[in-house]
């Protein structure tokens, strides 16, 4: 066996044993999630507080995410592994040039960037999604902490200010007590914006080393490697805007689409309301032309103001959309350009894609 053979064989057991103790946790997030599951429905029956029954309810759930968690992370160890099994799917054929020290040399280095960058990206993409797995829990408690407090501080008030339920020690212990929620369920919501603030940090990383990990092929190659990643970064960029312009497209809908849904249900309430009211017929009919004429002037209007916006936004985005595919252009041919071997070919055809951007940007 090469060592080529060795290494795959090496890294390809190691992912076996990763995937073994994944998935030892997750079976154990199962079976706690399930027994915390079974202890609280019948937890009133055997007489548990309703506090108990609830931490065991609010616990099974944070485990059966976790376990989904688990269960994700498995599965990219499993296909990680399946795919060292092949190893031609690198370009390396490992019959060939067995004597030869340089081959194995490169095929060596080729395979150790290969294990390295893909364990640098299963890291950082696990430490992303433990981030925001986090941030989402953390928030979740800090929101229950949240309105818990909501709920308690009317009833405070109300005692601080006059109330005769409890003594001055218990009004004491009470105002702990909810001063104690409160603080809480602020240092959670705190907490988990620092967890997903981590999580897009981590992302960021990962479209980092995905982008290295594209360009590996060509890492000898100072140009092609130099072309090829800026290919990838305007293509992350491209992919970007089209998210955030699908995002604002939805928001702008979505508040139209509202401000009609209120209209309307203003005009039924109000029609309803001076249906059961005691106002004469002719008052009743005025209030209802008026409340009709205003609703239906309001609609027209939100909706010719949400279809002038996107009229607007649809021509800004068709001209920004012409320049970035343009700029995709460019780069896919300064990459097509950097991979030519012959010198000369390669510079002239360097001079013609200048050139017709030149000539482009003068049109």
Known sequence: MSKASELIQSHADDLVVQKREVDRWWKA?????????????????????FEVISFAQIGSVILLFLFMRKGDEARDLEAERLEFERPELYGLDLSDAENDVEAQKTRLSFLGREIVSRKRMRIVRNRARYAEASGIILGSVALTFLVWFGFSIEDFLREYHGGTRYTEAELYEYELEVISIGLIGLVLFGWALTRFRSARSARRELERLEIEHEIMPVEDKPDASRARKLLLINQRN????????KFNSRVSIGVAVLCIIAGICITIWTINAVVASSATEQNSKLVIAAVGAANAIMINVVAAIVLRLQATISSNVNAFHDRLVRSHDIFLANVIAAEIEDDGVRRDTLAAISKAIGLRSKS
């Open 238 to 245: 491209l992919g970007s805007y089209y998210a955030v312009n």
């Open 29 to 49: 997030y199962l079976v706690c999630a399930i027994l915390l599951l079974l202890l609280s429905v019948p937890g009133a029956a055997l007489g548990l507080s």
